[in-house]
T-cell receptor, first 112, second 114 residues
Framework: DVKVTQSSRYLVKRTGEKVFLECVQD?????MFWYRQDPGLGLRLIYF???????EKGDIPEGYSVSREKKERFSLILESASTNQTSMYLC???????????FGQGTRLTVV | GENVEQHPSTLSVQEGDSAVIKCTYS??????FPWYKQELGKRPQLIID?????GEKKDQRIAVTLNKTAKHFSLHITETQPEDSAVYFC?????????????FGTGTRLTVIP
């Protein structure tokens, strides 16, 4: 059974703080994704990684960075959190090629 | 990158009726089109997918059609049941060496009225 685990379900941070969202998968997937989910806007891609240390910007990378030092772990970093980054963040992973993507349970981040 | 548009944003149907959700995509290189269902408070899960060499695929009450020329694909749910109520997302993906990005539509909230 595939497991994609996000480190926190709920997170409250202050404006200006550096925030780390962690995602770990146990299926040896090459591809990992970070999405942001907002009502009416669907799942918007922030960053994508297709291998260790490899990353590509998605549609809305501004204000975010990522790190993939190990194959199983993909971190999303908010360098200086702002209130407009309050959202649900979803991590996903899948094998190379067009295969099923598996999602984490999501992290609801509130920036105050 | 790829641009996936999805309609309608909300859809209400009577139990037993059919529901259709439509998506269009912009990148002609896209060749894989999955559909995900997200129930309230849960993570999205794959319900059906279709590849570009196939025009239609069916799995019990769910079917997906693909028109590559027009760059659109649709989800059809027949004999809807209350447990079909959820948000549905379409997505498009291209197969490039090493990088398989996955872009989603904006979602359709389906409500099945008992």
């Amino acid at each position: 059974d595939v497991k994609v685990t996000q480190s926190s379900r709920y997170l409250v941070k202050r404006t200006g703080e550096k925030v780390f969202l962690e995602c770990v998968q146990d299926m040896d997937h090459e591809n990992m994704f970070w999405y942001r989910q907002d009502p009416g806007l669907g799942l918007r891609l922030i960053y994508f990684s297709y291998d260790v240390k490899m990353k590509e910007k998605g549609d809305i990378p501004e204000g975010y960075s990522v790190s993939r030092e190990k194959k199983e772990r993909f971190s999303l970093i908010l360098e200086s959190a702002s209130t407009n980054q309050t959202s649900m963040y979803l991590c996903a992973s899948r094998f190379r090629g067009n295969t099923e993507a598996f999602f984490g349970q999501g992290t609801r981040l509130t920036v105050v | 990158g790829e641009n996936v548009e999805q309609h309608p944003s909300t859809l209400s149907v009577q139990e037993g009726d059919s529901a259709v959700i439509k998506c269009t995509y912009s990148d002609s290189a896209s060749n894989y089109f999955p559909w995900y269902k997200q129930e309230l408070g849960k993570r999205p899960q794959l319900i059906i997918d279709i590849r570009s060499n196939v025009g239609e695929k069916k799995d019990q009450r769910i079917a997906v059609t693909l028109n590559k020329t027009a760059k659109h694909f649709s989800l059809h749910i027949t004999e809807t049941q209350p447990e079909d109520s959820a948000v549905y997302f379409c997505a498009a993906s291209t197969h490039q060496t090493g990088a398989n990005n996955l872009f989603f539509g904006t979602g359709t909230r389906l409500t099945v009225i008992p």
